[in-house]
């Protein structure tokens, strides 16, 4: 069992920077690959950046591509989303997931766990 807290979210405009925090605990966390998601209203969650639990491989979906980098540290039970260039198009609720599969997948239904999500808005 896993629990996940997100924090970081906010308000920022377009070519802003937010940097998301997951804190995992209950398990450890090293013995899963991690993922962001992300769900803007009226429309599915969507996947957003994945990383593997030891290894350190990187996964970006297309849209988020040069622009976000996620990281972990596995000694402060946490993964991290730094996101740059800020488009009002990245408005969305930014979930972090937990899963056990050894190469991160980017489907929801391949992740166990899931945070309560952190709200970031890209206005001016």
């Known amino acids: 069992q896993v629990h996940l807290v997100e924090s970081g979210g906010g308000s920022v405009q377009p070519g802003g920077s937010l940097r998301l925090s997951c804190a995992a605990s209950?398990?450890?966390?090293?013995?899963?690959?991690m993922g962001w998601f992300r769900q803007a209203p009226g429309l599915e969650r969507e996947f957003v950046a994945a990383?593997?639990?030891?290894?350190?491989?990187?996964y970006y979906a297309d849209s988020v591509k040069g622009r976000f980098t996620i990281s972990r540290d596995n000694a402060k039970n946490t993964v991290y989303l730094s996101m740059n260039s800020l488009k009002p198009e990245d408005t969305a609720v930014y979930y972090c997931?937990?899963?056990?599969?050894?190469?991160?997948?980017?489907?929801?239904?391949?992740?166990?766990?899931w945070g309560q999500g952190t709200q970031v808005t890209v206005s001016s």
């Open positions: 997931a937990a899963g056990s599969r050894l190469i991160p997948s980017n489907t929801v239904g391949a992740y166990d766990y």
């Open positions: 209950g398990s450890t966390f090293s013995r899963y690959s």
């Open positions: 990383i593997s639990r030891l290894d350190r491989n990187t």
